[in-house]
């Protein structure tokens, strides 16, 4: 069933990337850029996973994990059937993509052990901060292109979008970067720059927000920080390597 349950995910993201799109198109001026962000986002993951880029499945599972979290939104305002099926459908991302006969496509396929010749402790470490850049990756474009984003703002983003992309190309300071995404976050979170921000997911059919707010913001800064669990490893690769 790996042919069926990655075609269920490519179509799941695929949703979300139109979904996405035209909630840019349609919505709010104010809006457009995040959501077009999101839909960029979600195109990325389906790209990956469709192409079978080694880390393409932990980048599409990070994303699931992502909206999966909002399964914890229902148990404070009932069974909203919009926010519902956000989470559960992002819940079955994940779990398709879940594994060993999947990973043979991806991590551990043959073209990714002639390319790549990752040792499994590398395999283990990119997967872990994949994972997680995957699921913080979209609360980030949420919290630095929300409406009237502080500079601070953009520059988490900045990090977050530049740690990620070095990081898929075995650039060492992609995991460091990551992590300052992580503590520029955090720190406006805790209102060190001023008043604390507040993020946009999406908006209700009556135009409401649903919006998330410190605890969140505190949640996605930790996350970013999961990837400088590589830091320690590649600098000890660094000074055997001397």
Known sequence: M???RRALALLLLG??????????????GDMFAA???????????????????FWGRWFAMGIGNFGSLLILVLFKVGLEPIIAFFAFTHLAISLMLWGEGMAARYEHSEATAERWNFQEESLVLMRRATLSAGSTLPFLILYGLAPRPEPEQFLALALGIGGLVALLRGRTWGALAMGAA??????????AFGEAPVGYLWLSPTWGPVVYGRAVGLFAAAMLLVPAVLAGPMLGFLRRAR
Do not use: R
């Open 2 to 4: 790996v042919g069926v």
């Open 35 to 53: 959501y077009a962000a999101l839909a960029g986002c979600y195109g990325l993951a389906f790209i990956a996973l469709g192409a079978e880029w």
């Open 15 to 28: 949703f979300y990337v139109t979904q996405f799109a035209m909630t840019a198109w349609l919505g709010p």
């Open 182 to 191: 992580g503590i520029v976050a955090g720190l406006d979170a805790l209102g």
